[in-house]
C-alpha cells in the first residue's frame, strides 16, 4: 500500500481493558457511583470525542444507566484517567480538557428515545458546562441556547507551568465564536477553583461564518464568511499570550450557501448522517514546517459519473481543479473524499475509486504527482469508515475509535517503481521514495539498482539525471529553510500577510515574496560555471593562464570538496576514481563551489557563512558521490576487477554494460553541466578502446562523448604494441589531441609517424615569426649527402633560425628536436611512401 497508517491509539486496546479492570475492582471493593461506571453490553457508547495539542485523546462512554463518563488518556504515559460523571442521560456534542487538566468543558443535548438520538426536540436546550476537576468541585454553566455549542480550550505554545487563566472558544451552530477568559487560583494546597465564575469575561471572535476548522497543533483559525456572495478565507493566530491576530484574508474561488454550516477538526462530529457524506462539500486547510498553505475543496456530489475537487496552492500563488471519471454508472460512491495531509504531499482518497498523491512542495509539475485509479490495493489501502484528518499527519477513523498517522510506505512504493511502466509514475514515484527520508544510502542504493536494470525503458525523461538531481536536492533541503527555492529539485523544472511573524508565517511570507518577485533564474544553476570552464580550458590549450592565485583557490575548492566525500564514505571503492588529478573536472569542481556559493550566500538570508559553505561542500560532494554509487552498483554487479583494465585484449560483455552505463551518465551530466569524479573520463575512454571498432571508436570521440585525457591515451601509446591496426589507431588518436598535450604523447611513440609529427610542430613554430633574410655565404652540408637542393636549402633555412633564437625555440623537454632531426624524418617519411 502507498501509504502505512501507524497506529497511535485504539479505544479498543487502550481503553477498553482499563475499563473492564476499573469495573472488576469497583465491583470488588463494593463500590458505588463515582467510578468509571459499568459498561457490560453498552459497548458502543464508547467514543472518542477529542484530540488535544499535547496528543491526549478524550472519551465518553455511558453505563447501563445512562450516567455519562468523561476519561483521558495520556498518549506520553499511555495511562487513562477518569474525569467525570454526569449521572443523567445526556448525548455529548462537545467537550474539551485545559492543557494543566484543572477544567472540563462540555456540551451536552438531552438524549431521545424517538428519532435521531442527537436531535434538539422543541423547547430543549444544549447545555455548556465548565467543570472544576481538580478535585471535582462546582458546576458553572457558561450557555443554554437552543442550538449546538462546540468548546475548545487554548493550548499554550510552552508548557513549563500552571497558567493562571485559560483561554476557551465556544463555537455557536448560530455562526459566531466567542473567547472565554478564565482565571484560577489555588485553595487548601492543591485544589483549583475558578476565580469570579460569575463573571468571566469574553470577546467575540468571529461572526457570520459558514465555515470554520480548528488546527490544534498550531492553535490557528481558519473560518470563512461571506461578503457580497464571495467567500473570504480567513485565519487568526492564537499565541503564547492567548491574544489574537487575523493573520490573512484571502478570497476563494468556490461556492459556499449562507445557509450551510459546516466545523472541522473541532472535536469528533458525529452530528452529520455519515451515510450521506459523499452528498456534503469537503473543504479543509493544511499546513507543513515549510510554509506550505493548501486549501482543498470538493463540493457537493451531484453526478455518479465523475468527481470534481480542487486543491488552491496558496504558498506558490495558484491552485488546480481535478475531475476524476470513476467508470460506469453503477458505481456509486458510498463514502466521501478524504484529504490527508503527508508533509510535502497531500492525498485525496475516494474508497474504490482514485487515489491521487500531489506534490505540494512544486506543484507547478503534474509529473511529480502520482494518480492511481482501480479496485486494486492501491485503492482500497484506507478504512472505507470517514476519515478525519487533524493537524499534520494524523488521522482519525472515528467509528473505529482509531488515531492513526498516516506516512508515506517506502517499500511499497520502491516495489511500486519496479512494476509501473508508465514514464510519469516512475517520475512521481521517484520523488516521492526521496521524500521519505530515512536510510538515504539504502534507499539510494536501491533506486540504483532499479535504474540500471531500467535504464533504456524510460523515454519522457533521462533517469540518470533526474536521480542526480532529485536525490541532492532532497538531502540538503529538508534541513534548511528556503533552499528548496535556490536549488534545481527536477531536470523538467493574490493576496497580502499583514503581520511580520516568525515560525511558519515567516517561511509563508518568504513563499509569497517569492511568488510575487522572483525570476527562474533564482533557481542555480551551472550556466555561469560553463562559460567560466570554458575560458579556462581554452586558456590552457593555447599556453595562456590567467592570475595563478585564482586557479590555485579554483583547485582549492575541489580539493574540499573530495576530501568532504571520502571523509563521508570510508568504504573502499571498487571503482578505479579517484586516482589522477584530472584537473579539468577539478576546475569544474572548483568553480561550481564557488559560483553555488555566492548565489547562496546572495538570496539565502539569515544563514551564516560557514553553514553555507558547509552546505555547498555537501551538495557538491553529493552530486559527485551518486555519480559514484552508481558506478560501484555497475561495476560490482558485473563483478569487474577493481583495477584500472588494460588496453590490450578483447571487451568482455560485462565491460559492454559498464560502458553502457557510463555513457548514459555521461549524457545526464552533460546537459547539466555536472562535476565527474577524477578518472572518469579516462576509464570511459579505456572501455570505449575495447568495446568499440575503430570508427565508432572516432565516431565518439568527435562528438563529444569521449573525452581524451593525457592519462588515458599515455597509458594507450604504453599498453599496445605497433601492429598495423594500433598504429591506425594511435594514429587517430594523436592527431585529434590539443597541441601541447599531442606533443607530450608524441615523443611517447618512437614511430616514423611519431616523428614525422614532431617535426610539423617543430617547424611550425620556427616558421611563424620568420622574416627572410639575405643567404648566407657558408654552405651547411647535410648529414645525409643527399642532393636535393629544395630540401637542403630548407634544412639550411632551419638551422639558421635554430642558431640565431636558440633560447625562444628549444623545443621543451626534448633536445634532440632540431633541423637535422626534421631532415632525417623527411627524408625516411618519402622513403615510406615511395616503398624504398
Given at each position: 500500500?502507498?501509504?502505512?497508517?501507524?497506529?497511535?491509539?485504539?479505544?479498543?486496546?487502550?481503553?477498553?481493558?482499563?475499563?473492564?479492570a476499573?469495573?472488576?475492582?469497583?465491583?470488588?471493593?463494593?463500590?458505588?457511583?463515582?467510578?468509571?461506571?459499568?459498561l457490560?453490553?453498552?459497548?458502543?457508547?464508547?467514543?472518542?470525542?477529542?484530540?488535544?495539542?499535547?496528543?491526549?485523546?478524550?472519551?465518553?462512554?455511558?453505563?447501563?444507566k445512562?450516567?455519562?463518563?468523561?476519561?483521558?488518556?495520556?498518549?506520553?504515559?499511555?495511562?487513562?484517567?477518569?474525569?467525570?460523571?454526569?449521572?443523567?442521560?445526556?448525548?455529548?456534542v462537545?467537550?474539551?480538557?485545559?492543557?494543566?487538566?484543572?477544567?472540563?468543558?462540555?456540551?451536552?443535548?438531552?438524549?431521545?428515545?424517538?428519532?435521531?438520538?442527537?436531535?434538539?426536540?422543541?423547547?430543549?436546550?444544549?447545555?455548556?458546562?465548565?467543570?472544576?476537576?481538580?478535585?471535582?468541585?462546582?458546576?458553572?454553566?457558561?450557555?443554554?441556547?437552543?442550538?449546538?455549542i462546540?468548546?475548545?480550550?487554548?493550548?499554550?505554545?510552552?508548557?513549563?507551568?500552571?497558567?493562571?487563566e485559560?483561554?476557551?472558544?465556544?463555537?455557536?451552530?448560530e455562526?459566531?465564536?466567542?473567547?472565554f477568559?478564565?482565571?484560577?487560583?489555588?485553595?487548601?494546597?492543591?485544589r483549583?477553583v475558578i476565580?469570579?465564575?460569575?463573571?468571566?469575561?469574553?470577546?467575540?471572535?468571529?461572526?457570520?461564518?459558514?465555515?470554520?476548522?480548528?488546527?490544534m497543533?498550531?492553535?490557528?483559525?481558519?473560518?470563512?464568511?461571506?461578503?457580497?456572495?464571495?467567500?473570504?478565507?480567513?485565519?487568526?493566530?492564537?499565541?503564547?499570550?492567548?491574544?489574537?491576530?487575523?493573520?490573512?484574508?484571502?478570497?476563494?474561488?468556490?461556492?459556499?450557501?449562507?445557509?450551510?454550516?459546516?466545523?472541522?477538526?473541532?472535536?469528533?462530529?458525529?452530528?452529520?448522517?455519515?451515510?450521506?457524506?459523499?452528498?456534503?462539500?469537503?473543504?479543509?486547510?493544511?499546513?507543513?514546517?515549510?510554509?506550505?498553505?493548501?486549501?482543498?475543496?470538493?463540493?457537493?456530489?451531484?453526478?455518479?459519473?465523475?468527481?470534481?475537487?480542487?486543491v488552491?496552492?496558496?504558498?506558490?500563488?495558484?491552485?488546480?481543479?481535478?475531475?476524476?471519471?470513476?467508470?460506469?454508472?453503477?458505481?456509486?460512491?458510498?463514502?466521501g473524499?478524504?484529504?490527508?495531509?503527508?508533509?510535502?504531499?497531500?492525498?485525496?482518497?475516494?474508497?474504490?475509486h482514485?487515489?491521487?498523491?500531489?506534490?505540494?512542495?512544486?506543484?507547478?509539475?503534474?509529473?511529480?504527482?502520482?494518480?492511481?485509479?482501480?479496485?486494486?490495493?492501491?485503492?482500497?489501502?484506507?478504512?472505507?469508515?470517514?476519515?478525519?484528518?487533524?493537524?499534520?499527519?494524523?488521522?482519525?477513523?472515528?467509528?473505529?475509535?482509531k488515531?492513526?498517522?498516516?506516512l508515506?510506505?517506502?517499500?511499497?512504493?520502491?516495489?511500486?517503481l519496479?512494476?509501473?511502466?508508465?514514464?510519469?509514475?516512475?517520475?512521481?514515484?521517484?520523488?516521492?521514495?526521496?521524500?521519505?527520508?530515512?536510510?538515504?544510502?539504502?534507499?539510494?542504493?536501491?533506486?540504483?539498482?532499479?535504474?540500471?536494470?531500467?535504464?533504456?525503458?524510460c523515454h519522457s525523461?533521462?533517469?540518470?539525471?533526474?536521480?542526480?538531481?532529485?536525490?541532492?536536492?532532497?538531502?540538503?533541503?529538508?534541513?534548511?529553510?528556503?533552499?528548496?527555492?535556490?536549488?534545481?529539485?527536477?531536470s523538467?523544472?493574490?493576496?497580502?500577510?499583514?503581520?511580520?511573524?516568525k515560525?511558519?508565517?515567516?517561511?509563508?511570507?518568504s513563499?509569497?515574496?517569492?511568488?510575487?518577485?522572483?525570476?527562474?533564474?533564482?533557481?542555480?544553476?551551472?550556466?555561469?560555471?560553463?562559460?567560466?570552464?570554458?575560458?579556462?580550458?581554452?586558456?590552457?590549450?593555447?599556453?595562456?593562464?590567467?592570475?595563478?592565485?585564482y586557479?590555485?583557490?579554483?583547485?582549492?575548492?575541489?580539493?574540499?570538496?573530495?576530501?568532504?566525500?571520502?571523509?563521508?564514505?570510508?568504504?573502499?571503492?571498487?571503482?578505479?576514481?579517484?586516482?589522477?588529478?584530472?584537473?579539468?573536472?577539478?576546475?569544474?569542481?572548483?568553480?561550481?563551489?564557488?559560483?553555488?556559493?555566492?548565489?547562496?550566500?546572495?538570496?539565502?538570508?539569515?544563514?551564516?557563512?560557514?553553514?553555507?559553505?558547509?552546505?555547498?561542500?555537501?551538495?557538491?560532494?553529493?552530486?559527485?558521490?551518486?555519480?559514484?554509487?552508481?558506478?560501484?552498483?555497475?561495476?560490482?554487479?558485473?563483478?569487474?576487477?577493481?583495477?584500472?583494465?588494460?588496453?590490450?585484449?578483447?571487451?568482455?560483455?560485462?565491460?559492454?554494460?559498464?560502458?553502457?552505463?557510463?555513457?548514459?551518465?555521461?549524457?545526464?551530466?552533460?546537459?547539466?553541466?555536472?562535476p565527474?569524479p577524477?578518472?572518469?573520463?579516462?576509464?570511459?575512454?579505456?572501455?570505449?578502446?575495447?568495446?568499440?571498432?575503430?570508427?565508432n571508436?572516432?565516431?565518439?570521440?568527435?562528438?563529444?562523448?569521449?573525452?581524451?585525457?593525457?592519462?588515458?591515451?599515455?597509458?594507450?601509446?604504453k599498453?599496445l604494441?605497433?601492429?598495423?591496426?594500433?598504429?591506425?589507431?594511435?594514429?587517430?588518436?594523436?592527431?585529434?589531441l590539443?597541441?601541447?598535450?599531442?606533443?607530450?604523447?608524441?615523443?611517447?611513440?618512437?614511430?616514423?609517424?611519431?616523428?614525422?609529427?614532431?617535426?610539423?610542430?617543430?617547424?611550425k613554430?620556427?616558421?611563424?615569426?620568420?622574416?627572410k633574410?639575405?643567404?648566407?655565404?657558408?654552405?651547411?652540408?647535410?648529414?645525409?649527402?643527399?642532393e636535393?637542393?629544395?630540401?637542403?636549402?630548407?634544412?639550411?633555412?632551419?638551422?639558421?633560425?635554430?642558431?640565431?633564437?636558440?633560447?625562444?625555440?628549444?623545443?621543451e623537454?626534448?633536445?634532440?628536436?632540431?633541423?637535422?632531426?626534421?631532415?632525417?624524418?623527411?627524408?625516411?617519411?618519402?622513403?615510406?611512401?615511395?616503398?624504398?
Open positions: 500500500m502507498a501509504l502505512r497508517l501507524v497506529s497511535d491509539f485504539d479505544l479498543r486496546k487502550d481503553v477498553l481493558p482499563w475499563l473492564r476499573q469495573r472488576v475492582a469497583s465491583a470488588a471493593a463494593g463500590a458505588r457511583g463515582g467510578g468509571p461506571g459499568v457490560e453490553n453498552n459497548y458502543e457508547s464508547l467514543r472518542i470525542l477529542n484530540v488535544e495539542r499535547n496528543g491526549n485523546v478524550i472519551y465518553t462512554y455511558k453505563d447501563n445512562g450516567n455519562v463518563f468523561f476519561g483521558l488518556y495520556d498518549c506520553q504515559t499511555r495511562q487513562n484517567e477518569h474525569l467525570y460523571t454526569f449521572e443523567k442521560d445526556l448525548h455529548v462537545s467537550c474539551s480538557v485545559n492543557s494543566d487538566r484543572t477544567l472540563l468543558a462540555a456540551s451536552l443535548v438531552h438524549s431521545t428515545k424517538e428519532g435521531r438520538k442527537n436531535e434538539l426536540q422543541p423547547g430543549s436546550k444544549c447545555l455548556t458546562l465548565l467543570v472544576e476537576i481538580h478535585p471535582v468541585n462546582n458546576v458553572k454553566v457558561l450557555k443554554a441556547v437552543d442550538s449546538y462546540w468548546v475548545q480550550f487554548l493550548y499554550p505554545h510552552v508548557e513549563s507551568h500552571p497558567l493562571p485559560n483561554h476557551l472558544l465556544l463555537v455557536s451552530e455562526k459566531y465564536i466567542e473567547k477568559h478564565i482565571q484560577v487560583i489555588q485553595e487548601d494546597g492543591s483549583v476565580k469570579d465564575s460569575g463573571h468571566l469575561p469574553r470577546e467575540r471572535v468571529a461572526e457570520d461564518f459558514v465555515w470554520a476548522q480548528w488546527d497543533s498550531e492553535q490557528r483559525l481558519y473560518y470563512i464568511d461571506l461578503k457580497k456572495s464571495r467567500s473570504i478565507l480567513k485565519c487568526l493566530q492564537f499565541s503564547a499570550d492567548e491574544k489574537f491576530n487575523l493573520m490573512f484574508e484571502a478570497p476563494l474561488d468556490i461556492t459556499l450557501s449562507d445557509s450551510g454550516f459546516k466545523l472541522v477538526n473541532f472535536g469528533c462530529d458525529d452530528l452529520q448522517d455519515q451515510e450521506n457524506l459523499s452528498k456534503h462539500l469537503t473543504l479543509c486547510v493544511f499546513t507543513n514546517h515549510t510554509g506550505s498553505l493548501c486549501v482543498c475543496y470538493s463540493p457537493k456530489f451531484d453526478s455518479w459519473e465523475k468527481f470534481t475537487y480542487s488552491f496552492h496558496f504558498h506558490k500563488g495558484h491552485g488546480k481543479t481535478f475531475t476524476a471519471a470513476l467508470g460506469s454508472v453503477d458505481s456509486h460512491v458510498t463514502k473524499l478524504t484529504f490527508l495531509n503527508l508533509d510535502y504531499y497531500l492525498a485525496v482518497y475516494l474508497p474504490g482514485f487515489f491521487h498523491l500531489l506534490n505540494i512542495q512544486h506543484p507547478d509539475l503534474i509529473c511529480h504527482s502520482l494518480f492511481l485509479t482501480g479496485n486494486s490495493e492501491v485503492v482500497d489501502m484506507l478504512p472505507h469508515s470517514p476519515l478525519q484528518s487533524l493537524s499534520g499527519s494524523l488521522v482519525l477513523d472515528w467509528c473505529s475509535g488515531l492513526y498517522r498516516a508515506l510506505n517506502q517499500s511499497y512504493l520502491l516495489q511500486f519496479w512494476n509501473t511502466r508508465l514514464d510519469c509514475e516512475k517520475m512521481a514515484v521517484l520523488h516521492c521514495v526521496l521524500s521519505c527520508g530515512g536510510d538515504r544510502r539504502f534507499l539510494e542504493a536501491k533506486i540504483i539498482q532499479w535504474i540500471s536494470e531500467n535504464i533504456s525503458t525523461f533521462d533517469l540518470i539525471q533526474e536521480f542526480i538531481i532529485a536525490s541532492s536536492y532532497w538531502s540538503i533541503c529538508p534541513e534548511t529553510s528556503n533552499m528548496d527555492k535556490l536549488l534545481p529539485y527536477s523538467v523544472l493574490t493576496w497580502n500577510t499583514v503581520h511580520s511573524f515560525g511558519y508565517w515567516e517561511k509563508l511570507n513563499n509569497l515574496e517569492y511568488v510575487k518577485y522572483s525570476k527562474p533564474h533564482l533557481h542555480y544553476n551551472n550556466s555561469m560555471v560553463r562559460r567560466e570552464w570554458h575560458s579556462l580550458v581554452s586558456e590552457e590549450k593555447t599556453g595562456r593562464r590567467r592570475s595563478m592565485v586557479v590555485k583557490n579554483i583547485l582549492d575548492n575541489a580539493t574540499k570538496v573530495i576530501s568532504n566525500l571520502e571523509a563521508r564514505n570510508l568504504e573502499p571503492r571498487l571503482t578505479p576514481l579517484f586516482q589522477e588529478e584530472d584537473n579539468h573536472q577539478r576546475l569544474l569542481m572548483g568553480l561550481m563551489v564557488s559560483e553555488l556559493k555566492d548565489h547562496l550566500l546572495r538570496h539565502l538570508q539569515g544563514v551564516e557563512k560557514k553553514k553555507i559553505e558547509q552546505m555547498v561542500l555537501d551538495y557538491v560532494s553529493k552530486l559527485l558521490d551518486l555519480v559514484c554509487q552508481i558506478m560501484e552498483t555497475s561495476w560490482r554487479k558485473h563483478s569487474l576487477h577493481p583495477c584500472v583494465p588494460h588496453f590490450s585484449g578483447r571487451a568482455s560483455a560485462a565491460e559492454f554494460k559498464v560502458f553502457h552505463i557510463m555513457t548514459r551518465i555521461l549524457e545526464a551530466t552533460k546537459s547539466l553541466f555536472l565527474l577524477p578518472g572518469f573520463h579516462t576509464l570511459h575512454t579505456i572501455l570505449g578502446v575495447h568495446c568499440l571498432p575503430l570508427h571508436l572516432l565516431h565518439y570521440i568527435d562528438s563529444g562523448v569521449l573525452l581524451l585525457t593525457e592519462t588515458a591515451v599515455t597509458r594507450l601509446m599498453d604494441d605497433n601492429t598495423e591496426k594500433n598504429e591506425k589507431l594511435k594514429f587517430s588518436i594523436i592527431v585529434r590539443p597541441p601541447l598535450i599531442g606533443q607530450k604523447i608524441c615523443r611517447l611513440w618512437d614511430h616514423p609517424m611519431s616523428s614525422n609529427i614532431i617535426s610539423r610542430n617543430h617547424v613554430r620556427l616558421l611563424q615569426n620568420y622574416k633574410k639575405p643567404p648566407s655565404s657558408v654552405i651547411h652540408k647535410s648529414s645525409f649527402s643527399v636535393f637542393l629544395p630540401l637542403n636549402y630548407f634544412v639550411e633555412i632551419l638551422t639558421d633560425i635554430e642558431s640565431s633564437n636558440q633560447a625562444l625555440y628549444a623545443f623537454g626534448h633536445d634532440n628536436v632540431d633541423a637535422k632531426f626534421v631532415e632525417e624524418a623527411a627524408l625516411k617519411h618519402t622513403m615510406m611512401l615511395l616503398g624504398l
